[in-house]
């Protein structure tokens, strides 16, 4: 009789492992066509682009990110004023409203790799965690494209 207490009891642990599993919470935040191109080396800063679209009912804020490709990864908006000029500023927090997508662009908001620990080779990954101001991260691998790429598909 013990035994079969047991035995029920394992099984019963087990399938409520198997709920928890099937009722654990969705992602509200996706991360899609995450890309970058080929570097010149290691002396000159790379880039990564993607979007980021927030599913959840909640404003979400990135507010960090990190990769061992790179030891100051930030977020830069590229700009152009009326006198042809451009500029790159970092962003710090970026805030993604309820059912909304940020994209981040060349020429636009972009993610900087500045302070590369390895070159960027055409073929080859990396892993760039997005983190957010509640603590939750999105982990995304990033296909690194040739070095005139302009896109994912392109």
Known sequence: MNSILKTLGASVVAIAGLAGTAWAEEP???????????????????????????????????????????MMPEIHLSATNEQGVSTMTPMGDIEIAPDETVALEPGELHVMLMRLSRPMIEGETFALTLVFVDGDEATVEVPILGIAARGPTN
Not at 29 to 41: L, M, N, T, Y
Not at 50 to 66: D, F, K, Q, S
């Open 28 to 70: 509200t935040v996706i991360v899609e066509d995450a890309w970058s191109r080929a570097s010149i080396g290691m002396n000159r800063p790379g880039a990564a682009y993607m979007t980021i679209r927030n599913l959840g009912a909640e404003t979400e804020t990135l507010v960090g990110i990190r990769t061992d490709l790179a």
